[in-house]
């Protein structure tokens, strides 16, 4: 069973599904009669550049999951295991169609954000980390803010295994590796719907921040701990809720955390954490 990336929405699945029908069409035999008004679709031109970005990286000459070549038109009009996937002059009709609007995740690809550690404008470049990503097989990439927040797509595999192929590919094309952190979009989305800081009485004026664990606390922390009025609230899993308020001291939150935590961790500000879930 084929898997399609989460990139194009509904509209742009019917028009990449028409194309490829058109596309599809215009290569097997010239259409009888007057030719329709209007530019023809090239596959090169039109289609090729859309499926390289979304697609060929699992359904090329390298990788064919799902004997399914999705790189030239012979094999889009060829299909795969599941059967054909463009029908030509049938958008809605066509198995690729579905698959862009589908719903279900267990037939798209899941959106994963990484969050960076150490990361600030001075020591990388967004548009240089998302082509590190990007060069890790990942599609659809994107960076959040200037901080080391990137929003990709991957086929389902184990965070672990995600975090290893980002930290290779910065290594590889930075020349150094930010330690990693990957949650997907949906764990990201269930955590803001769940809102913990709901539960404590956190001041008006306090920031509140999420920090990032690669696995769950082993000891039971004496909670909530308190310091120069940074307060580790609760843990959830893998991630620890935290809130401060500023003083003079500077960021005594950090301080707090690491020194309850250790430094294998990440920490992001709850709306950043909130802008994450909202990337689509």
């Known amino acids: 069973m084929m898997r399609i990336p989460r990139v194009l ?12 029908g058109g596309a599809l069409a215009s290569a097997r035999a010239p259409a009888p009669g007057p030719a329709p008004p209007g530019p023809a679709v090239d596959f090169a031109r039109d289609i090729q550049p859309i499926l390289a970005a979304s697609c ?32 030509a002059g049938d958008a809605k009709g066509s198995l690729l169609y579905q698959l862009l609007i589908a719903t279900d995740p267990d037939k798209r690809m899941p959106r994963y954000a990484a969050v960076l550690r150490g990361v600030m404008p001075t020591n990388a470049k967004m548009p240089a980390l998302r082509a590190a990503f990007e ?5 659809d990439v994107k960076t959040v803010l200037g901080s080391g927040n990137v929003v990709f797509t991957a086929r389902k595999a ?27 979009v949906e764990a990201l989305q269930a955590i803001v719907a769940a809102d913990p800081y709901a539960d404590f009485p956190v001041a008006r004026e306090a920031k509140r921040v999420v920090t990032f664990l690669r ?8 909670l909530p701990l308190e310091l120069d009025g940074a307060q580790i609230l609760c843990v959830k899993g893998r991630e620890v809720y935290s809130a401060y308020v500023a003083t003079p001291k500077g960021p005594v939150f950090m301080t707090l955390i690491e020194k309850t935590l250790g430094k294998e961790i990440t920490t992001r500000t709850w709306d950043t954490v909130a802008k994450l879930a909202r990337t689509p």
């Open 158 to 184: 184990s965070e672990a295994l995600l975090e290893r192929r980002a930290e290779a590919a910065m290594t590889e094309q930075l020349g150094r590796a930010f330690p990693t952190i990957v949650r997907s």
């Open 135 to 139: 060069s890790a097989g990942f599609t």
């Open 215 to 222: 696995a769950a606390p082993k000891a039971n922390l004496a």
């Open 56 to 87: 060929v990286r699992c359904h090329g000459p390298r990788k064919t999951e799902g004997d399914l070549r999705l790189d030239t038109p012979e094999g889009l009009h060829k299909g795969g295991d599941s059967g054909a996937v463009v029908v």
């Open 9 to 20: 929405g509904p509209a742009g699945a019917i028009v990449l599904s028409a194309s490829m």
